[in-house]
């Protein structure tokens, strides 16, 4: 009967072993600061900044990243549309000294990726119905990224994997006229 208790407490310790790993990566980042101008957190994104408007990218302004930054990443996506996930833009190597992004511009030196439009920009709210959500997504990464402007989102998550320092986010909404 000592065997097996012992047994079973080895293996209830093999279990939890990793745990202290994970609640270091937890408390190892940070928060980001990331908001806009033009449209509050839970707000209303203005039609300006949609395929309703001139599609162009609301002003962002970003708050200061945690010490070891070497980059910034930016990712704008919709959870709400009917094929799943839709992929707004994807940007990355914004220089961490960076406070804001101004309306229809990219920092220089950042890099864009794909978005689902397979196009190499910002694209705006374009729900085909209903009320969607924008989460405006903000990495600070301990690292440059080298990777080819065909990247998409998928890619970059998986570049950024063990890198991330501290994340901030914006959630904007958005419903057609």
């Given at each position: ?27 190892r980042?940070?928060?980001?600061q ?34 070891g ?109």
């Amino acid at each position: 009967m000592g065997t097996r208790i012992m047994l079973v407490w080895l293996l209830a310790g093999l279990f939890v072993a990793p745990l202290p790993a994970i609640g270091k990566e937890a408390r190892r980042m940070s928060e980001l600061q990331i908001s806009s101008p033009a449209f509050s957190h839970h707000g209303t994104i203005p039609a300006r900044f949609t395929c309703d408007g001139a599609d162009v990218n609301p002003p962002l302004a970003l708050g200061s990243a945690p010490a070891g930054t070497r980059s910034l990443a930016l990712i704008v996506d919709d959870p709400d549309a009917p094929v799943g996930t839709w992929v707004h833009w994807v940007m990355w190597n914004i220089p961490p000294e960076t406070r804001e992004i101004g309306e229809n511009s990219v920092p220089p030196g950042a890099v864009q990726g794909l978005n689902d439009w397979k196009r190499n920009r910002y694209g705006g709210p374009c729900p085909p119905s209903g009320s969607h959500r924008y989460f405006f997504k903000l990495y600070a990464l301990d690292t440059t990224l080298t990777l080819a402007p065909s990247t998409t989102k998928a890619a970059l998550e998986r570049a950024m994997e063990g890198h991330i320092l501290a994340r901030g986010e914006l959630l904007g909404s958005y419903r057609r006229h």
